[in-house]
C-alpha cells in the first residue's frame, strides 16, 4: 500500500521556553534528521518549532527530502520564508500538501491568544491563515492538477475547525498546535479534520481510497453502526426470552413498547450501514498506533535518543 508520511509541525521543542534548555537543539536536531530518514515527505512549521529561528530551521533541512511548509510566514519584507506547498505523487495520485501556521498577534497581546494568533519570533510575520489558504489551494488544484489537498494546520484547534468549514478545495485538515490526543475524524463544511496523535504517543493512519469523485464517506460510521447494530440485536433476542416466559400483560405492553423501540433502533442503525455503501469509491477511515511498550525501538536510533535524553532523565 502506499505511503504518504506527513508531520502537521509543533514537534520539534515541547514548549517555547525551550530555547535555554541545553538538551533542546541536539533533541530537535535528531527530530529533523529521523523525520528525514523516515521518509517524511512534509512538515508545516508550527509557533514551538520557530524556538530557535528559521535559519535553525533551513540549515538543518537544507538538502533532505523532508520539506517544511508554510503558506503565510513571512519575513519583515513580506517574503516567503518557505514554501507553501510540496506536490507529490502516491501510488499514482497527485497530492498537494500545504502547510500553515499561527497568523501574527498584537505584540501586546498574550502568546497563543483565543483569536487563533500567536507571537512569533522577531523578523517572522504570520499573515492571515484564510486567505494565504485559498490562494494555495487554487494554485495547486488549476495549475498543478492535484487529486488530493491535504492542509497541514499548526494552529489552534478552533483556527483548524474555520478552515475545515471554509477552504473549498481542501480534502483532509490535520492540526497541530494545542495538543488533544486522538479522535474521530469530524467532517467540517466543505473538508475532513484529522487529530494526528500527541507528542509521538500516537502515530495517526488515515487510510484513503480516491476512486470516483463523490464525496468522501467515513468508513468508520458505517463499522460503528453495525457494531452498535449487533448489540441492539441481541437487546432484542433478550426481550424476546422475556416476552415468551411473561404473564403479566402491563410487563408484557411495557416489553413490547420495548421491543418495538429496539426494533426501530436497529432498522435505523442498518439504514446508516447501507447509506456508506462498500468500502470502494472515495472513502477514508482513520485509526491509531499507539506507541507503548509492545512496539519495539529501533537500537540505533535508541541509542541517538539516550545520548541526549538519558534514561532516568526528566525528559525521556
Do not use: C
Not at 489551494?137 to 489537498?149: M, N, S
Not at 400483560?249 to 418495538?260: G, M
Amino acid at each position: 500500500m502506499p505511503v504518504l508520511a506527513l508531520d502537521a509541525g509543533n514537534a520539534l521543542f515541547k514548549t517555547l521556553a525551550d530555547g535555554q534548555d541545553a538538551t533542546a537543539k541536539p533533541r530537535a536536531e535528531l527530530l529533523l534528521e529521523q523525520l528525514d530518514a523516515q521518509g517524511y515527505a512534509a512538515m508545516a512549521v508550527g509557533q514551538r518549532d520557530l524556538v530557535l529561528g528559521v535559519d535553525f530551521l533551513k540549515k538543518k533541512t537544507k538538502g533532505a527530502k523532508l520539506k517544511l511548509v508554510s503558506a503565510n510566514l513571512v519575513d519583515a519584507k513580506g517574503q516567503p520564508l518557505f514554501p507553501a506547498s510540496v506536490v507529490t505523487t502516491v501510488g499514482g495520485l497527485k497530492v498537494g500538501v500545504i502547510g500553515v501556521s499561527p497568523a501574527s498577534a498584537d505584540p501586546k497581546a498574550p502568546a497563543g491568544s483565543a483569536d487563533g494568533t500567536a507571537l512569533l519570533p522577531e523578523g517572522v510575520r504570520g499573515l492571515p491563515v484564510g486567505p494565504a489558504v485559498a490562494a494555495e489551494v487554487k494554485r495547486l488544484r488549476q495549475k498543478e492538477q492535484v487529486g488530493l489537498v491535504v492542509l497541514l494546520a499548526a494552529v489552534p484547534y478552533v483556527e483548524a475547525v474555520k478552515l475545515a468549514q471554509g477552504a473549498e478545495g481542501v480534502d483532509f485538515v490535520v492540526q497541530s498546535h494545542d495538543g488533544r490526543g486522538v479522535g474521530m475524524a469530524q467532517r467540517q463544511g466543505v473538508s475532513t479534520l484529522v487529530q494526528p496523535g500527541e507528542r509521538g504517543r500516537q502515530v495517526a493512519k488515515l487510510e484513503v481510497s480516491v476512486e470516483g469523485t463523490a464525496p468522501f464517506t467515513d468508513l468508520s460510521e458505517a463499522n460503528r453502526a453495525r457494531e452498535n447494530q449487533r448489540m441492539v440485536e441481541a437487546n432484542i433476542a433478550r426481550v424476546r426470552e422475556r416476552l415468551k416466559a411473561e404473564q403479566n400483560e402491563d410487563t408484557r405492553r411495557s416489553l413490547q413498547e420495548t421491543l418495538t423501540s429496539f426494533e426501530s433502533r436497529r432498522d435505523a442503525l442498518a439504514r446508516t450501514a447501507a447509506a456508506q455503501g462498500p468500502a470502494t469509491g472515495r472513502t477514508y477511515l482513520l485509526t491509531y498506533l499507539q506507541l507503548g511498550a509492545d512496539v519495539a525501538s529501533d537500537a540505533a536510533v535508541q541509542k541517538q535518543v539516550e545520548r541526549v535524553e538519558p534514561p532516568g532523565s526528566a525528559g525521556h
